[in-house]
């Protein structure tokens, strides 16, 4: 188990790599739990809009009998919003490069997220 402070520094390093211009861990009401959000990014909207974003999509799935979703990926220009499920009730959200796939949003997901228990144990890159 690692601290807030070891989670976030891991977390953004993985971030970086992958080439995010802003991430944020998000919970079910969009508020940020951690993050890197560029000057003049304000933290609500972008909160609120990637737990909006996987929300909808969540129910589009269970109307159509689907599970919940792995990824949702929105083209923009030149850039890719990702927001992938992040353990229990919380997202990741993150900006990258329009040449990113969204398989390292999905990795740093898996690598970083909770196990399901309530954030207890958060997991370091190997």
Known sequence: M???AGFEGALSEWMQRAGAAAYAVIDGDGRILAGSLPAGVRPEFFGVMGATMFGAASAASAELGAPIPTCVDVAMD???LVVVP???GAVLCAVVADSATPTSVVEAASRFGPRGDG???LRLPA
């Open 2 to 4: 690692i601290g807030v």
């Open 78 to 80: 030149g850039r890719r």
């Open 86 to 88: 992040f353990g229990a």
């Open 119 to 121: 954030g207890r144990s």
